[in-house]
């Protein structure tokens, strides 16, 4: 993985900076970063299968926030992979930037969240703000993390999605991965290359209530969890 990912973001990531400089330019840089986790997550030997759950259709001309479960750095490739008519933006920890090279690409397509800092915590808002005025639909893992216990099936929800999709009043699509915790866990010692399986449940529009907003989102991803079809 390290060589595979070392050899795309070099060969990708000077297109990535250098259309990311100016914010107009952002959707062709987001065309780079897909062909980027593209080549991530089927070079590692992965595919997958979208599952719908619901009628509802993400609107090409409408802006998002996209949630699912989050147990694997594959994760973060297959909202990539699933929206090409919406470039993404994704909330994430501040520790990655540190990585080389990945880490200036990294620093120009995420809102970095300091989750020490209250202050940083609380300004994600007004940077994901910011970054829909400019066209991008957000993405946001709402579990916080990977939890490090990994039997826990589903962890419980931050706030921060349901609180931005209430405040700019943008529904938010839910999405459940399935497998990736088995193929590609944080265990360097496990996995194996396989088909993951993709859920999409609902599109739930804003209400004043983010509290209910977040209720409702969480039995959703849980509820395809423990009986994935």
């Not at 969480?218 to 423990?226: F, N, P, R």
Request: charged share 25%.
């Amino acid at each position: 993985m390290i060589l595979l990912g070392a050899i795309l973001t070099i060969t990708l990531g000077v297109p990535v900076l250098i259309l990311s400089i100016r914010k107009e330019h952002y959707k062709y840089a987001y065309k780079f970063i897909r062909i980027w986790c593209f080549g991530m997550f089927y070079g590692m030997g992965f595919r997958y299968e979208l599952i719908k759950l619901t009628d509802k259709k993400i609107d090409k001309n409408r802006q998002y926030v996209f949630i699912s479960n989050h147990t694997s750095l594959m994760d973060v490739m297959l909202p990539c992979l699933l929206m090409p008519n919406h470039p993404l933006c994704y909330v994430g920890k501040k520790e990655l930037v540190k990585i080389p090279i990945f880490g200036t690409i990294y620093k120009r397509i995420c809102v970095m969240v300091d989750r020490n800092s209250a202050k940083s915590r609380a300004d994600v808002y007004r940077r994901c703000a910011e970054r829909m005025k400019e066209g991008q639909s957000i993405v946001i893992f709402p579990e916080g993390g990977v939890p490090d216990d990994t039997t826990i099936l589903l962890d419980s929800f931050k706030d921060g999605a349901f609180i931005l999709s209430s405040k700019h009043e943008v529904p938010i699509a839910v999405f459940t991965f399935v497998g990736l915790k088995e193929m590609f866990p944080f265990d360097n010692s496990k996995g194996h290359p396989g088909k993951v399986r993709v859920y999409f449940s609902d599109i739930l529009e804003p209400t004043n209530s983010a509290a209910e907003l977040k209720a409702v989102a969480y039995q959703e991803i849980k509820k395809v969890l423990e009986n994935p079809v």
